[in-house]
């Protein structure tokens, strides 16, 4: 299952490969609240605000860092990228809309 993520013209995808990092993020809502929002609704279209795109910038990064940082290249590579998009989409207070396969 993929979730494309749209804000703009931007494009992003959480592909089956990225679930991971929703999956560490539901390990604990409370400090990753949008992130399992993204998680409990892959399968819905999610939408986001630019507002929470701004958090979910914030929640990436302390899962990041949480997690091993750079020392675990599957999941930096990943938070990075998503990373970018939502931050992008924050600034530019772009709605992301998603849509799963």
Do not use: C, N
Request: no cysteine.
């Amino acid at each position: 299952m993929a979730l494309d993520l749209y804000a703009g013209d931007r494009h992003e995808a959480i592909g089956t490969q990225d679930e991971f990092l929703l999956q560490l993020a539901d390990a604990d809502p409370a400090k990753y609240p949008q992130l399992g929002a993204i998680w409990a609704r892959l399968y819905d279209g999610p939408r986001l605000s630019a507002e929470q795109a701004g958090l979910v910038v914030h929640e990436l990064i302390d899962l990041l860092a949480e997690h091993g940082g750079t020392s675990s290249p599957a999941l930096a590579r990943v938070a990075l990228r998503l990373m970018s998009f939502f931050s992008v989409a924050h600034r530019a207070g772009l709605e992301i809309r998603g849509h799963s396969d």
